[in-house]
């Protein structure tokens, strides 16, 4: 594998990052196409270095989904193994944190600190990227506390993490304030990892993804993916405009509203843009965002995810997660019987990871 620790910002820099993953990428054989949505028009990145650390296996698979694209008699689908980026079990949290833990690192941070559900990915892998680095790991969880440590949870302790709980969500950001502050009086010297990782920081990691699946030689019409605090879709929408992909990006919103998201995806962008070079400009006309898959809520099960989960696991041997990709790949199901793409579409639907919850209450007794 090719290794980057630094992505080196200027124009001869961004060639040199297409020939890498180019190279790394001249194993894998796939017989649907060559790409064509690709502009080989320089990108505007001038400034000097950004540190990262190389905590995921790049790049990640890119396979076709032959057996499910003939099922459902429309386009034809392929999939990002982001679930396979290798930190304790993977997912796309950790292409973040190499950007993240990089920072904190420069920062002369010793302790990460971050908040989600008690069956969070982005803080198991968060957990798992202190344990790599050598720096301890606090982990603010809310929700009603589960009877026993399955799927994620158990991760986290295994992994060494700390957990600081509280059952209501409204006290979340409380806490974590409090946990930051208390960490620092007792010298821990914390890092503040925002929830699911979605600052500008964190977004560069799917801008530089980007640039990775173009230089991997599949062209597609649609990339399709899961979306929710927005930190994915925004790298993804920078890398867009940085790489030159033609074709559309399309989230599926796991639990917040398009109008809110679009706003939210579009300012993470440009203020991720900032550390390329000049401030690239996007609004909400910039990123597109389908909520009408929001279901009952964040994290509950519907027959959506349901047969999703089931359909790909049946069909490819993929296991989805219930609560980001199975929603996302329910939607993309949907959309697909609708007509919504054109028969002759070629769609890459990005898996972002999370299986490790299939095994927590209540998923798995209700996809049985």
């Known amino acids: 594998m090719i290794e980057i620790a630094y992505i080196v910002k200027e124009r001869r820099g961004v060639e040199r990052l297409r020939t ?6 001249d194993a894998m054989t796939l017989s649907w196409g060559t790409p064509s949505n690709y502009s080989s028009e320089k990108s505007p990145m001038t400034a000097p270095s950004i540190p990262r650390l190389s905590l995921a296996h790049r790049p990640t698979p890119i396979e076709p989904l032959p057996r499910l694209s003939a099922l459902l008699g429309g386009p ?3 999939i990002k193994r982001d679930d396979q980026t290798g930190l304790a079990l993977g997912g796309n949290k950790t292409r973040k944190l190499e950007f993240l833990v990089a920072e904190a690192q420069a920062q002369g941070a010793r302790t990460l600190v971050t ?16 344990a790599r680095c050598g720096m301890d790991c606090i982990l603010v969880l809310t929700g009603e506390r589960p009877d026993e440590a399955s799927g994620n949870l158990l991760l986290d302790y295994l992994l060494g ?35 699911g990782g979605s600052s500008p920081t964190g977004a560069l990691g799917y801008a530089f993804a980007m640039g990775e699946v173009l230089a991997q030689g599949v062209e597609v019409d649609w990339m399709v993916f899961a979306t929710s605090s927005g930190g994915t879709q925004a790298g993804l929408v920078l890398g867009q405009r940085v790489f030159g992909y ?9 639990d917040e509203p398009a109008t809110a998201l679009t706003s939210q995806v579009a300012a993470l962008a440009s ?27 964040y994290g509950v099960l519907t027959d959506l995810e349901r047969e999703a989960i089931r359909l790909f696991a049946r069909t490819e041997g ?51």
Do not use: M
């Open 115 to 130: 908040a989600g559900a008690w069956q969070s990915n982005h803080c198991r892998q968060t957990a798992a990227a202190a």
């Open 318 to 368: 993929i296991l989805l997660d219930p609560v980001y990709t199975g929603r996302a790949a329910g939607g993309l199901l949907d959309l697909i019987r609708r007509g919504f793409f054109p028969s002759d579409t070629r769609i890459l639907f990005w898996h972002t990871g999370g299986q490790p919850a299939l095994f927590a209450e209540p998923y798995r007794n209700e996809l049985v």
């Open 246 to 254: 033609r074709g559309t990006l399309l989230g599926i919103s796991i």
């Open 271 to 297: 203020d991720a843009s900032v550390a390329l070079g000049p401030r690239i400009a996007f609004d909400a006309a910039d990123v597109h965002v389908d909520d009408r898959y929001c279901g009952a809520g």
């Open 20 to 25: 890498a993953w180019k190279q790394a990428a």
């Open 76 to 78: 034809r689908l392929f």
């Open 161 to 195: 993490a700390r957990i600081v709980a509280t059952p209501d969500r409204r006290d979340r950001d409380r806490l974590l304030a409090e946990t930051v502050e208390t960490a620092a009086a007792q010298g821990q010297a914390p890092y503040l990892v925002p929830y």
